[in-house]
């Protein structure tokens, strides 16, 4: 008789295991209240998410992101540690919306990094041993009761050697370590105890004053030199230029006053500027012309709005 597996219990271990697929299973099922939808893909050691809604409503900044690191931390998804959240209006489907956005980072509603909880390891590994367990204990075709038996019994039993390997480890390093601060704290006591305090010098001051030379007032004093304040170069304008014009979308969505829009206009000039920096040798070249003119208009209609 074979063992009927929870649909929804299996895609939770498949998100555990890290399939994106999954993962987004999962989040537009707990996000479905309040009619997000998500997209993610994998890219540089970054989970990115892009979060969609009908109305900014949906999107609020001010819980989405503490949500959204709810589920994934119970989750705990095998290799995701840096989550990047994407919100902006629901479109139409686009395969390419990740290239997109950073085309036109200004599009986004806005854009927030999270961190997650690194999972305890040994509760990881025990859970990884259990699925096995538990995979391993469904009725397999060809083999009699007992033979299943004796299986179940052998992994349960594998199972309980890790358990208590583990905790004897654990303990012969606590009481490593509770020995060692004793050792410390007694050689410390000691050295202190074993101080002798400096003699003050006996030279008299008049001495120390004869001992000192005058200064030869026909040798000009040296001045100082320069520390050396040479600004680094820049090795990624065109990285750094994205980073820049995010953040100004960021706070455009945010000022009130000309002074935000002054600092925001400083932004774009900014972005403008190192996109102008980058070579006609790099890749993004074509693109980085084309964002330079874009990015200084972005700062005129900031300036604009500063008057």
Known sequence: MSTVTNPANDIRKQAHQGSVAAIIQVLNQ???DVGVRTRAVYDGGVLQLLCEGDTPDQLDQATLPDRVKTILESLSPRGVRRVNINSRIV??????????????????LWYQEINLVRPNFIKTMMEDVQDSLSSRSE???????????EKQQFWRGILGGIGATTALILLAWGIFSLTQQKNT?????TSG????PVKPTSQPPVQQAQAQKPADPAKPAESPKPADSAKPTDSDPFG??????????ALGSKAQSPGDWQAIADKWGKA????AQVPPSDKNYATAQDRT????NNQTAALTKAK
């Open 30 to 32: 707990e996000l479905s």
């Open 91 to 108: 479109r139409e489907q686009q395969l390419l919306w990740l290239d997109e956005i950073n085309r036109e980072p200004d599009k986004l």
């Open 139 to 149: 009725p397999i075709g060809g083999l009699s009761p007992r033979q299943q038996r």
């Open 185 to 189: 704290d007694t050689v410390n006591n």
């Open 193 to 196: 105890n074993s101080t002798n």
């Open 240 to 249: 750094n230029a994205v980073r820049l014009a995010e953040e100004s979308a």
């Open 272 to 275: 403008s500027d190192l996109m």
């Open 293 to 296: 003119t874009r990015y200084k």
